[in-house]
């Protein structure tokens, strides 16, 4: 590390940034009202089925008992970045020697793991 000042002015932005970020936060959840009791779910409704009801539009004819627009799109996000994830993992384990794409574990035991296959 040096001791410039030239450095010091790519630090103070990110942290400027940060505080305010943080007050508005702070300053949201003290300003929320959160109600003494939670409203809850009927006894009888259950929220996998009525996701699975606005999932394929069966709303119209009035089975879902609970409105579950909020849950699926919740679930839609959250299947999206699952899938984005898996998807860098596997970009991310390929390797590549001479120009070609090779698998991760390297060559695939395909002949039971036995001497005179097609492995060398």
Known sequence: MNDDDSDRGGRIVPAVVVGLLFGTMALT???????????????????????????????????ATIPSEGFLAAFLIAAVALDVAVDGAVYLAKREEDGSI?????????DGGREGGERR
């Open 102 to 110: 090779i698998s991760a574990m390297g060559t695939a035991f395909t």
């Open 29 to 63: 959840t003290l300003s929320a009202d959160f109600a003494p009791e939670g409203a809850g779910f009927p006894a009888d409704a259950s929220v996998v089925h009525n996701i699975g009801y606005a999932l394929f539009n069966l709303g119209a004819y009035d089975v």
